[in-house]
């Protein structure tokens, strides 16, 4: 099945810096990405949808300036959490869609960030 | 609004038994629902999916079954196994909609052996 890489797995930062990271299709061309953010025992949350080679549309009440999303390429999108604080401490998802296999989704493994 | 929900946070089966997870949706323009399976610090992984022109979808000892005019869903895992514990999302979508998938909370399912 398609491979959805995401980097690095687990980050600790500390508070006002940025991270990055990074969502990759392996075997795939995806010309759509999502973003979610998953708190402790509750649903995925869609944060932002992007589209290769255009700006993201972001889902009601998640901030653009804070959360950077860049799709340069239809393998590669890019989440920054600008300026992170304490409570940007979650899970974060990619998912890839391959337009090719039935509009199907593929996620990542997640990303761990943690805020000191 | 939870247009995707999950009532029972947790179920715990017996190995070999049946595990009936459900789900219900308020949105009736949804018309493609799937089921993801997740490990802690892992992304969800696809299982089965049905499409809204269908009322039952069978992969194995998985059995999705979808009751539109109860806008209910239930995921059916017979027999089950201890490996099947994991947190089972459903999600539904509106075709076209640029595959954007709502999700519900999700539920814990425990296969004790």
């Known amino acids: 099945g398609a491979v959805v890489s995401q980097h690095p797995s687990r980050v600790i930062c500390k508070s006002g810096t940025s991270v990055k990271i990074e969502c990759r299709s392996l075997d795939f061309q995806a010309t759509t990405m999502f973003w979610y953010r998953q708190f402790p025992k509750k649903s995925l949350m869609l944060m932002a949808t992007?589209?290769?080679?255009?700006?993201?549309?972001?889902e009601q009440g998640v901030e653009k300036d804070k959360f950077l999303i860049n799709h340069a390429s239809l393998t590669l999108s890019t989440l920054t959490v600008t300026s992170a604080h304490p409570e940007d401490s979650s899970f974060y998802i990619c998912s890839a869609r391959d337009g090719r296999v039935w509009d199907e989704q593929y996620f990542g493994p997640g990303t761990r960030l943690t805020v000191t | 609004d939870q247009q995707v929900k999950q009532n029972s946070p947790s179920l715990s089966v017996q190995e070999g038994r049946i595990s009936i997870l459900n789900c219900d949706y308020t949105?009736?323009?949804?018309?493609?629902f799937l089921w993801y399976k997740k490990y802690p610090a892992e992304g969800p992984t696809f299982l089965i999916s049905?499409?809204?022109?269908?009322d039952k979808n069978e992969d194995g000892r998985f059995t999705v079954f979808l009751n539109k005019s109860a806008k209910h869903l239930s995921l059916h895992i017979v027999p089950s196994q201890p490996g099947d514990s994991a947190v089972y999302f459903c999600?539904?979508?509106?075709?076209?909609?640029?595959?954007?998938?709502?999700f519900g909370k999700g539920i814990t399912l425990s296969v004790r052996p």
């Open positions: 992007s589209n290769e080679g255009s700006k993201a549309t972001y």
């Open positions: 949105n009736s323009m949804f018309d493609y």
């Open positions: 999600a539904a979508r509106i075709t076209g909609a640029n595959s954007k998938l709502t």
């Open positions: 049905i499409s809204s022109i269908k």
